[in-house]
């Protein structure tokens, strides 16, 4: 889940990858080449995959983007 800019907000200082928003199960591993992604919301603020490594893998891959 992305950090708001500030509280109450619903604007995200660093939301997920524009290419990965609103893209769901293997097509959206396919596209960031990190295996168990589950979704990421169409507006990027929060994201899924089936392992805490995968979690971790996707947060990780976004803030190199």
Known sequence: MCVP????SFTSRKPLPEAWRGVRDQELSDKTG??????????GFIGGNETREGAMAMATASLKM
Not at 5 to 8: D, E, K, Q, V, Y
Not at 34 to 43: K, L, Q, R, T, Y
């Open 5 to 8: 800019i500030s509280p109450g």
């Open 34 to 43: 990190i295996p168990g992604c589950i979704f990421v919301h169409a507006s």
